[in-house]
């Protein structure tokens, strides 16, 4: 039970520092909450065994589904990664997605196929989520990649 609550409070953390940086400009979806929701995407991605551990926020005029940036908690581990995400199934997310392959190269992002979510991604490295300069430090690095993304981002 201690992981489940390390997690829980990590994804607190994230969300606590995430939500004033995106206040105004967006919509900030915090997974713990979303996950009892009984929207075809959540029951899609529970069909999948998809965890919900993450702080994400949406790209350009895509759905939050379909295209976001997050802070996704690695249950396992419990330390953070940053990325972008793309549902692997909406194609005009999925050229947008491309369109910022070289800004995630240039952010040491790596590319990664999410089979639980059905996502490709660029994710970074994972970052270890221990106290409050840590955390603060992530959601900046989430506050970063959302800021240079949605200036980087094509949209046919």
Same mark, same amino acid.
């Given at each position: ?19 004033? /940086?995106?206040?105004?400009?967006? #919509?900030?979806?915090?997974? &713990?909450? +979303?996950?009892?929701? #009984? ?18 926020? &949406? %790209? ?6 379909? /295209? ?6 690695? &249950? ?32 040491? /992002? ?17 970052? %270890? ?8 430090? +992530?959601?900046?690095? /989430? ?14």
């Amino acid at each position: 039970m201690k992981k489940r609550d390390d997690i829980q409070r990590i994804c607190a953390s994230l969300r606590d520092v995430v939500n004033p /940086l995106f206040e105004g400009e967006a #919509k900030v979806y915090y997974g &713990p909450e +979303i996950a009892k929701s #009984k929207e075809p995407e959540v029951l899609r991605l529970r069909r999948q065994r998809a965890h919900f551990y993450w702080v994400a926020v &949406p %790209l350009g005029s895509f759905s939050f589904w379909e /295209l976001h940036a997050g802070a996704v908690v690695n &249950p396992d581990t419990l330390r953070v990664r940053l990325g972008i995400h793309c549902l692997a199934s909406a194609r005009p997310a999925c050229e947008a997605f491309e369109s910022l392959k070289t800004l995630c190269r240039a952010q040491g /992002l790596e590319a990664y196929y999410s089979e639980a979510a059905g996502e490709s991604q660029y994710v970074s490295s994972e970052y %270890l989520a221990e106290g409050p300069e840590a955390v603060r430090s +992530i959601a900046a690095g /989430l506050y970063k990649l959302y800021d240079l993304a949605t200036k980087s981002l094509f949209v046919a």
